[in-house]
């Protein structure tokens, strides 16, 4: 599952007539980078969200033809935000662990070691990074592939996660749309010791305001090396 639904506030202007995952990067809609690097790792059955904006996420995405994949997209008819869009899209990916990908970051990760990778039962497992310069203070801590609640040494949550779907076992039998974070939820999970972790170290950029994006488009052009921002 890719991302896709947020409002994009911190790219404004840019974001007041085009959903943030259209903003292009090297020519190509962010989202297009992540469809493309997730259907080279040979994963091809892909669940978009859309909320903002959502009629230009659904046109670009189609079937997903183009690209040789599968698209569905998850219509919500106002932001969920991150827990509440997974929760939301649960009947479209099936009863096994799945991929979760926020489509406002820049990661070239290699999505094709993770195929394998199970959860444990209620579970997640989370790619972490580097502390970037404005999130210096990071998320969790990582001791032995487990991931732990923040202490003195800590790392930043990347957006990309396998997910159990008993993770969200508390919210199953909603009927309606679920408007809940995902941190409240992970942290839950981390303090029940369910959620393991592995650090990345290669490129990761959270494309979260224009500045970041210039930058990123910048070294782009240059093939200037990359660190987390």
Not at 11 to 20: E, Y
Not at 50 to 78: H, K, M, N, P, T
Not at 83 to 90: C, F, N, P, S, W
Not at 100 to 118: A, Q, T
Request: aromatic share 6%.
């Amino acid at each position: 599952m890719i991302l896709a639904a947020g409002l994009g506030r911190r790219m404004l202007p840019l974001t007041q007539n085009t959903p943030k995952p259209l903003l292009e990067v090297a020519g190509k809609p962010l989202l297009e980078h992540h469809i493309l690097n997730l259907r080279s790792a040979g994963i091809t059955e892909l669940v978009i969200n859309a909320a903002y904006l959502a009629d230009q996420i659904i046109a670009f995405c189609g079937d997903g033809s183009r690209w040789g994949v599968q698209i569905q997209v998850s219509v919500e008819a106002e932001p969920l935000e991150t827990a509440g869009g997974i929760i939301k899209a649960l009947p479209l990916l099936g009863g096994s662990s799945f991929l979760v990908v926020n489509s406002d970051i820049w990661c070239p990760f290699p999505f094709d070691r993770l195929i394998e990778c199970s959860p444990l039962a209620e579970g997640a497992h989370l790619i972490l990074v580097p502390n970037p310069p404005h999130h210096a203070d990071g998320d969790f801590s990582l001791e032995q592939g487990c991931v732990r609640v923040k202490s003195q040494i800590a790392f930043t949550y990347s957006g990309i996660g396998i997910y159990h779907p008993q993770f969200f076992q508390s919210f199953l039998s909603a009927k309606r749309p679920v408007k809940q974070p995902l941190k409240p939820l992970l942290d839950a999970a981390i303090t029940a010791g369910k959620v393991t972790g592995e650090l990345h170290a290669g490129t990761w950029i959270d494309v979260g305001t224009p500045q970041r994006l210039q930058a990123l488009n910048e070294a782009r052009k240059t093939a200037a090396p990359l660190s987390n921002r």
